[in-house]
C-alpha cells in the first residue's frame, strides 16, 4: 500500500472578514499574514502536490492538520474544496486538525474544523470515538489510520497542543480491537511527539502530554505516526514497548512553502510504501518551481533493518 502524506497547507481565504473578528489572537496572525505567512504560503502549490500524488498512483492520503491560517469559514470552505478535488476523497482521505484549525476559542467551540471536514472524520470503528469526533478509524486493506486531535484554542504567542485523556483512554482500547491489531497502525497526530536531532521544540510549540501519549503509541504496537507543526522533514525511530520493533514518527514539512532556493523550508509530501505489515521505504518530493513542481528529493529505505531484524 503507498500513502502520501501532506501538511500544514495554511490556506489563505479572508473574503472580507468583520473588523470586530480580529480583536483577539487573530490581530497577530494576521499580522504575520501580511507581514511574512501570505508569501510563505501557496494554494497553488498544494493543488500541484495533490497533482503530482494522483501521477504517483498513492492508495490513500493522510493529511496533518493546520489546513487554515486563522480557523476562518472562508479558510474552511476554500481548504475543503481543495480536499474534496482529490478523486475519491472521502474514501482516500484521513485529515486531522492542526492549532490553526482551533486559533480561536471560538472556533474549537462551534467545531468548525469538524463541521468543513465531517465526512473524512467517519469511523469504522465507532465504538471507540468520542463525541468530539476523535479518536476516529479508517481501515484500508490491511493498515488501520487512526486519527488524534492535538488542535486547543491557546493564548497569543504560543501554538502547543494536548491530546485529552478520555481521547488517550479511548484510542488505547481502540488498538485492542482484534481489526486494528491485526493490521499496520499508522496514528495520525499534528503536534510531533519528539524533537529530531536537528531541530528543538520550543516550549511555546510543545504537544503539553506528549510524553503520554508518546506511552500510549509505543505500548499499543503503532508502526507509523505522521504529523506536522514544525514544517521541517524528519523520520525518527524509537523501540516499541512490550513488542519487538520499532515505531517510525515522521513529518514531510509544509506541503504549501513555495521556498524552492531553500530545500529545509521549500514545500514537501511524503509516500509510504508499506509491504506485508512492514514500512519499507519513505520517498520525499520537494517542490522545485512552479514549472518543475513536485519532484524527488530522498529516500529512506528500511527493508535491510527489517530483514535482519
Same mark, same amino acid.
Given at each position: 500500500m503507498r500513502i502520501g502524506h501532506i501538511s500544514d497547507l495554511h490556506i489563505l481565504d479572508l473574503d472580507k472578514p468583520r473588523p470586530l473578528r480580529f480583536l483577539n489572537k487573530r490581530l497577530v496572525g494576521g499580522l504575520n499574514l501580511l507581514l511574512n505567512r501570505s508569501n510563505a504560503h501557496s494554494r497553488e502549490v498544494v493543488e500541484q502536490a495533490l497533482h503530482k500524488l494522483e501521477s504517483l498512483d498513492v492508495d490513500h492520503i493522510v493529511i496533518s492538520g493546520d489546513l487554515t491560517n486563522l480557523a476562518l469559514e472562508s479558510e474552511f470552505a476554500a481548504a475543503a474544496e481543495v480536499v474534496r478535488s482529490i478523486n475519491g476523497a472521502p474514501g482516500r482521505v484521513s485529515i486531522v486538525p492542526g492549532n490553526h484549525d482551533y486559533y480561536t476559542p471560538g472556533? $474549537?467551540?462551534s467545531g468548525r474544523f469538524e463541521k468543513f471536514f465531517s465526512e473524512f472524520l467517519k469511523s469504522d470503528l465507532p465504538q471507540y470515538q468520542l463525541d468530539s469526533g476523535y479518536p476516529f478509524c479508517h481501515l484500508r486493506d490491511d493498515v488501520a489510520i487512526i486519527g488524534l486531535n492535538s488542535g486547543i484554542a491557546t493564548p497569543w504567542l504560543f501554538a502547543t497542543g494536548r491530546v485529552g485523556d478520555e481521547e488517550l483512554a479511548a484510542a488505547s482500547r481502540l488498538f485492542q480491537d482484534p481489526e486494528v491489531r491485526s493490521r499496520f497502525k499508522i496514528v495520525v497526530v499534528h503536534h510531533p511527539l519528539l524533537p529530531d536531532e536537528n531541530h528543538t521544540i520550543q516550549f511555546n510549540r510543545r504537544l503539553i502530554n506528549d510524553d503520554e501519549v508518546l506511552e500510549v503509541v509505543r505500548t499499543n504496537d503503532v508502526d507509523l505516526v505522521m504529523h506536522g507543526h514544525t514544517h521541517y522533514f524528519s523520520i525518527?525511530?524509537?523501540?516499541k514497548l512490550g513488542t519487538p520493533?520499532?515505531?517510525?514518527?515522521?513529518? $514531510?514539512g509544509s506541503t504549501s512553502m513555495p521556498s524552492g532556493n531553500d530545500p529545509t523550508m521549500a514545500g514537501k509530501f511524503n509516500v509510504y510504501h508499506i509491504e506485508d505489515s512492514h514500512l519499507v521505504e519513505v520517498e520525499t518530493h520537494l517542490f522545485e518551481s512552479h514549472e518543475a513542481g513536485f519532484v524527488p528529493w530522498r529516500s529512506e529505505v528500511f527493508r535491510r533493518q527489517i530483514a535482519e531484524g
Amino acid at each position: 500500500m503507498r500513502i502520501g502524506h501532506i501538511s500544514d497547507l495554511h490556506i489563505l481565504d479572508l473574503d472580507k472578514p468583520r473588523p470586530l473578528r480580529f480583536l483577539n489572537k487573530r490581530l497577530v496572525g494576521g499580522l504575520n499574514l501580511l507581514l511574512n505567512r501570505s508569501n510563505a504560503h501557496s494554494r497553488e502549490v498544494v493543488e500541484q502536490a495533490l497533482h503530482k500524488l494522483e501521477s504517483l498512483d498513492v492508495d490513500h492520503i493522510v493529511i496533518s492538520g493546520d489546513l487554515t491560517n486563522l480557523a476562518l469559514e472562508s479558510e474552511f470552505a476554500a481548504a475543503a474544496e481543495v480536499v474534496r478535488s482529490i478523486n475519491g476523497a472521502p474514501g482516500r482521505v484521513s485529515i486531522v486538525p492542526g492549532n490553526h484549525d482551533y486559533y480561536t476559542p471560538g472556533a $474549537a467551540r462551534s467545531g468548525r474544523f469538524e463541521k468543513f471536514f465531517s465526512e473524512f472524520l467517519k469511523s469504522d470503528l465507532p465504538q471507540y470515538q468520542l463525541d468530539s469526533g476523535y479518536p476516529f478509524c479508517h481501515l484500508r486493506d490491511d493498515v488501520a489510520i487512526i486519527g488524534l486531535n492535538s488542535g486547543i484554542a491557546t493564548p497569543w504567542l504560543f501554538a502547543t497542543g494536548r491530546v485529552g485523556d478520555e481521547e488517550l483512554a479511548a484510542a488505547s482500547r481502540l488498538f485492542q480491537d482484534p481489526e486494528v491489531r491485526s493490521r499496520f497502525k499508522i496514528v495520525v497526530v499534528h503536534h510531533p511527539l519528539l524533537p529530531d536531532e536537528n531541530h528543538t521544540i520550543q516550549f511555546n510549540r510543545r504537544l503539553i502530554n506528549d510524553d503520554e501519549v508518546l506511552e500510549v503509541v509505543r505500548t499499543n504496537d503503532v508502526d507509523l505516526v505522521m504529523h506536522g507543526h514544525t514544517h521541517y522533514f524528519s523520520i525518527l525511530q524509537v523501540p516499541k514497548l512490550g513488542t519487538p520493533g520499532t515505531t517510525y514518527i515522521c513529518e $514531510a514539512g509544509s506541503t504549501s512553502m513555495p521556498s524552492g532556493n531553500d530545500p529545509t523550508m521549500a514545500g514537501k509530501f511524503n509516500v509510504y510504501h508499506i509491504e506485508d505489515s512492514h514500512l519499507v521505504e519513505v520517498e520525499t518530493h520537494l517542490f522545485e518551481s512552479h514549472e518543475a513542481g513536485f519532484v524527488p528529493w530522498r529516500s529512506e529505505v528500511f527493508r535491510r533493518q527489517i530483514a535482519e531484524g
